[in-house]
């Protein structure tokens, strides 16, 4: 049971546009949210988060929507640039029953062209 | 802050021998350490959460029994796979939390593990 899911297992951008990566989620529990860039054989670096009493958050260039009815969550990145190009993932948890165990989606290559 | 280190990086191994991974949180005490799995082109899996000082609670499926994990102190926690299969093969990968906020993890670099 996938509950956290990113459908689009790659998207590519043209330098300077926007990136949108979308999630979307089941567990009605999680309450947190966050996304990973990840690179081949590098572990996972944390971007931004969202907690479920807000519905979006803002940091540089990066900015994640929650839409907590329809269970979905995006991320905007804008402009993008070459140097985001990289895995991102989507990850869910649910701190009132789970504490910081986290539940990741299965990713979206991200490929910014120059 | 919030850099957290793992050894080695990567290893080969033949099968039936036993191969330990060592996470460290190096400018924090991370009381909570979780350990992933990761395939090619695949999510992130978590096998296991350790807490320091106790047993590590395993996900459905992940043989506690095969890895073995322990949590000695608030900086480092070890993953031990052993009598590896090449059905082992893969990247682990291990993180750690601090107390606040909860559900932020900081990940290590990953190891990548072959079994021949």
């Known amino acids: 049971d996938q509950q956290v899911k990113q459908n689009s297992p790659s998207l590519s951008v043209q330098e300077g546009r926007i990136s949108i990566l979308n999630c979307d989620y089941t567990?009605?529990?999680?309450?947190?949210f966050l996304w990973y860039k990840k690179y081949p054989a590098e572990g996972p670096t944390f971007l931004i988060s969202?907690?479920?009493?807000?519905d979006k958050n803002e940091d540089g260039r990066f900015t994640v929507f929650l839409n907590k009815s329809a269970k979905h969550l995006s991320l905007h990145i804008v402009p993008s640039q070459p140097g985001d190009s990289a895995v991102y993932f989507c990850a869910a948890s649910a701190r009132e029953t789970s504490g910081s165990r986290l539940t990741f989606g299965e990713g979206t290559q991200l490929t910014v062209n120059p | 802050g919030a850099v957290v280190s793992q050894h080695p990086s990567w290893v080969i191994c033949k099968s039936g021998t036993s191969v330990k991974i060592e996470c460290r949180s190096l400018?924090?005490?991370?009381?909570?350490m979780f350990w992933y799995r990761q395939f090619p082109k695949q999510s992130l899996m978590l096998m296991a959460t350790?807490?320091?000082?106790?047993?590590?609670?395993?996900e459905q499926g992940v043989e506690k029994d095969k890895f073995l994990i322990n949590h000695a102190s608030l900086t480092l926690s070890t993953l031990t796979v052993t009598s590896a299969h090449p059905e082992d093969s893969s990247f682990y990968i291990c993180?750690?939390?601090?107390?606040?906020?909860?559900?932020?993890?900081?990940f290590g670099p990953g190891t990548r593990l072959t079994v021949t």
């Open positions: 993180s750690a939390s601090k107390d606040y906020p909860v559900g932020e993890q900081y």
């Open positions: 350790s807490n320091e000082g106790s047993k590590a609670t395993y």
């Open positions: 400018d924090f005490q991370a009381t909570t």
């Open positions: 567990n009605s529990m999680f309450d947190y």
């Open positions: 969202i907690s479920s009493i807000k």
